[in-house]
């Protein structure tokens, strides 16, 4: 087992704790996590990209972008190095590459994913049961899986203040120390974490994806969609 690092030492003795900058691993390079990357560079934060082609123009111009010492390796090697692993990925090959990332005992993962089912009679149903981060704590039992971002449109990921004020992040895990941590990334990019309970409550965190894209799917018009507990 890794060792715990000097935060997490910190959080169990119940002692203060003044936020200090994460490595974070953010495993693909598409909408999300070219969004989000840059955000967690500017906020201090150390940004690897895992690719499966790390060596291509387009990551190399998104590392450069990031700035702050980001760079891009392979999936694995990414998530190897860092304490934060965010699952910027689509659903259908997530077990795959999940399962691939090697050892993922005591990190933090960040499951941003809409697992979605979509029919050839327009209808949309989720995909993953009981829920997509429940899955994933399935495939790294001895990681630290925290259901957020999922409710957040790509334009507000980019540009959260466009929203016209505070955009809540809903925060599902069952671990305390997990979810204080995640909640400390999403309040130093600007947004508003909520601690909405144990990783069970994924599934109705879940279903909010669900309602943004059936909405342009089935042929209503669309709207951007986020939550705002205050």
């Known amino acids: 087992m890794r060792a715990p690092n000097f935060v997490t030492t910190i959080l169990c003795l119940g002692l203060s704790w ?19 990357g840059p955000h967690f560079a500017a906020a201090g934060h150390t940004v690897i ?10 990551v190399q111009t998104l590392v450069t972008l990031t700035g702050n010492g980001a760079s891009a390796t392979s999936q694995s090697a990414a998530a190897a190095d860092a304490d934060i692993v965010l699952l910027a990925i689509p659903w259908a090959p997530a077990q795959t590459i999940v399962k691939g990332l090697g050892n993922l005992d005591d990190k933090i993962i960040i499951d ?42 790509r ?16 925060l599902a895990g069952n671990s305390a120390i997990a979810k204080d941590r995640v909640a400390t990334l999403v309040s130093s990019i600007g947004l508003e974490p909520l ?20 909405q342009g799917y089935q042929g209503r018009q669309r709207f951007e969609f986020h939550l705002r507990s205050r």
Not at 21 to 34: Q, Y
Not at 128 to 135: L, Y
């Open 155 to 170: 334009a507000y990921m980019v540009d959260a203040a466009s929203a016209g004020g505070s955009i809540t992040i809903p």
């Open 18 to 36: 003044t936020a200090a900058a994460d490595t974070i691993a953010v495993i693909g390079t598409g909408g999300v996590g070219s969004a989000l």
């Open 195 to 214: 601690d909405v309970g144990m990783l069970s409550n994924a599934r109705a965190v879940e279903a909010m994806g669900q309602l943004y894209v059936a």
């Open 112 to 153: 941003p994913i809409n697992a979605l089912a979509f029919g050839a009679d327009k209808s949309i149903a989720l995909a993953a049961t009981p829920s997509a981060a429940e899955m994933i704590q399935d495939w790294a039992p001895r990681a630290h899986v925290v259901k957020a971002f999922n409710t957040l449109t």
């Open 49 to 58: 990209y895992g690719s499966r082609t790390p060596d291509d123009l387009d």
